[in-house]
């Protein structure tokens, strides 16, 4: 992890709909080769926020920077440095792995001979060479996010942005996926992804955790569990939900 280059800089960024404001004033950086969790409920902001870092959507206040294009005036640019995997693993169904790794690569921007290169490898390394021809709905539901996560980077961004891409698979399957995550940072990716399984922030080199549409804390899971006295991030955060509700 490069604590010198920051490719997240986000300052009092903030999404309103309305008289509701879904996110208020967030300011956090995220570092090269980091693996930063983005924490909440159900709600928080976490997903608004996440559209609003892709691209996705336009704040209504604030400042960001995401591989040093700037949110508001770049977000075409954005969209090509980084790589996103939704919830619902954005795979369509009624094609093959082939074609679904074609497809996407191709919205990427890779040559013929580049998607060539690239399908052979992820074939092989996923172990999926015999199933090539499969449609993806056949595939069990671990192997779709496995997918999902290899297509997400197929084009090799720095930055990729994973939303809850865990939501609704056993553990084991869930493990399985955060060891691609590990690789992937090893290779110098940054990996921002927001989640609702607070055991996974363990994994996380550092975390923020998302209340009410704020930010209530941001450091290293290690720091947070002293910090509040407590022996897990989900006593941590149980404690900072209740306080914020007393307030």
Not at 13 to 38: C, M, P, R, W
Not at 134 to 143: M, R
Not at 182 to 210: G, L, P
Not at 226 to 247: D, G, M, P, T, W
Request: net charge neutral.
């Amino acid at each position: 992890m490069d604590n010198n280059h920051k490719v997240i800089e986000v300052t009092d960024l903030t999404k309103k709909f309305g008289n509701f404001t879904a996110v208020s004033q967030i300011t956090f950086d995220v570092n090269e080769g980091e693996i930063f969790g983005f924490l909440g409920a159900n709600g928080a902001g976490k997903t608004t926020a996440m559209k609003m870092l892709t691209g996705l959507l336009s704040p209504t206040s604030g400042k960001a920077k995401v591989a040093g294009f700037d949110v508001y005036k770049q977000s075409e640019q954005i969209k090509k440095h980084i790589g996103y995997m939704s919830q619902k693993f954005s795979l369509y169904e009624d094609l093959t792995i082939v074609e679904n790794i074609s497809f996407y690569a191709g919205i990427y921007g890779l040559t013929d001979e580049q998607i060539s290169e690239k399908t052979n490898f992820l074939l092989k390394k996923l172990d999926l060479e015999k199933s090539r021809n499969e449609l993806i709905k056949s595939l069990p539901l671990g192997w779709k996010q496995k997918l999902a996560f290899s297509v997400a980077i197929i084009h090799d961004p720095g930055i990729v942005f994973l939303d809850e891409p865990t939501g609704g698979v056993d553990p084991i399957t869930r493990r399985q996926f955060w060891n691609l995550i590990y690789e992937a940072s090893e290779n110098k990716k940054t990996i921002f992804v927001t989640t609702h399984y607070m055991d996974e922030a363990e994994y996380c080199d550092r975390i923020s955790i998302m209340v009410d549409g704020k930010i209530e804390a941001l450091d290293s899971p290690v720091n947070l569990k002293e910090k509040y006295y407590c022996k897990s991030i989900n006593e941590v955060f149980i404690h900072l939900a209740r306080k914020n509700k007393n307030q």
